[in-house]
C-alpha cells in the first residue's frame, strides 16, 4: 500500500537535509524549509552548481537555533528569527525579499573560500507559486513547495549504477513507499495523512544530482536517467506538489491517490 516512508527538510538550500518523523505544513510548506540561502556579492542564489562543497555543510534542529557543522569550521548557531537588512535575491524565476545575516555569510565565505552572503526568507517575501498552481506562497525552493519521489523509482535507477546512491541525491521532501516504479508520473492529485496534495509537474532533472553527499562529483546517475527518462531536452524524475491544505503529516500516513 502505498504510504509516506521518509520525511526530509533542508532548511539551507544546497546543504544536508534532515530526516523528520513527522512535520507540519505551513503556508509555504514545511517549517523551515529553504528558509536560508547563501548568494553571491550580487544577490544571486549559490547553489551546489557552482560550489559543492555546500553539500557537506549538516544543519541540526536545536530548541532555539538551527545548528550547522562542517569539518574544518567551528559550529555556527543560526536563531530561527534574525533581524537585519532587508535585501532582494535572485533565484531562477526572478527576485525574493530577503533578510541579511552578517555573521553567518562570514563563516560561509570562509569556508567557501568566495564572497558568500546568508540570507533567510523574509517576512515581506511575496514571491508565489505561478497563477496556474494557485500563487501558493514559497521559501527559497525552486518552483513548488515540495518536492515527491517514489523508492521504487529510485530503485529502479540503481539497477542501472554500478554504484547505487541514496534517496538524499534526489532531495525529496516526501518518499513514497509500496509504490510501482514512476506511479507517482501519472498522479494528478494525492492525500497524504490528511492533507491533499496537488502533483504539479515532474522534476527536471541537472548536474546537481552528480554531487555526492560528501561534494565529489560523479556524472552516472543523471547519465543513466538521461537514457531513459529523458522528454524531449528534459530529464525527469519525482514530481513538484502543492499541498492544498495546511495540516500534519507523519511517516507511515497512507497515500490515497484521488485522481
Request: charged share 20%; proline share 7%; with cysteine.
Amino acid at each position: 500500500m502505498p504510504h509516506l516512508a521518509q520525511l526530509w527538510t533542508y532548511p539551507i538550500k544546497s546543504c544536508a537535509g534532515i530526516p523528520l518523523s513527522e512535520a507540519t505544513l505551513g503556508p509555504r510548506g514545511l517549517a523551515y524549509d529553504r528558509h536560508w540561502m547563501v548568494v553571491d556579492e550580487a544577490g544571486r542564489m549559490v547553489t551546489m552548481r557552482s560550489a559543492p562543497a555546500l553539500a557537506r555543510v549538516t544543519p541540526r534542529f536545536e530548541s532555539d537555533h538551527l545548528a550547522l557543522r562542517v569539518a574544518a569550521m567551528p559550529p555556527l548557531a543560526l536563531p530561527y528569527e534574525a533581524a537585519g537588512r532587508e535585501v532582494q535575491v535572485e533565484l531562477w524565476d526572478g527576485l525574493a525579499a530577503a533578510t541579511a545575516l552578517p555573521d553567518a555569510s562570514a563563516w560561509f565565505s570562509e569556508y567557501l573560500r568566495r564572497d558568500a552572503h546568508l540570507v533567510a526568507v523574509s517576512a515581506a517575501n511575496r514571491r508565489t507559486t505561478s497563477p496556474a498552481r494557485g500563487s501558493r506562497p514559497l521559501s527559497f525552493v525552486d518552483d513548488s513547495p515540495l518536492h515527491l519521489l517514489g523508492e521504487a523509482s529510485l530503485a529502479d535507477l540503481n539497477r542501472r549504477l554500478e554504484v547505487p546512491v541514496g534517496i538524499e541525491r534526489f532531495r525529496p521532501n516526501l518518499v513514497i513507499g509500496g509504490s510501482a516504479p514512476f506511479a507517482e508520473d501519472t498522479w494528478q492529485r494525492v492525500r497524504i495523512g490528511p492533507v491533499p496534495f496537488a502533483v504539479d509537474e515532474a522534476c527536471e532533472r541537472c548536474m546537481v544530482v552528480n554531487i555526492s553527499e560528501d561534494g565529489t562529483y560523479a556524472k552516472a546517475p543523471l547519465a543513466a536517467l538521461a537514457k531513459y527518462r529523458r522528454e524531449g531536452k528534459r530529464v525527469l524524475f519525482g514530481q513538484s506538489v502543492s499541498h492544498l491544505t495546511l495540516g500534519e503529516i507523519a511517516v507511515g500516513d497512507a497515500l490515497e491517490v484521488l485522481a
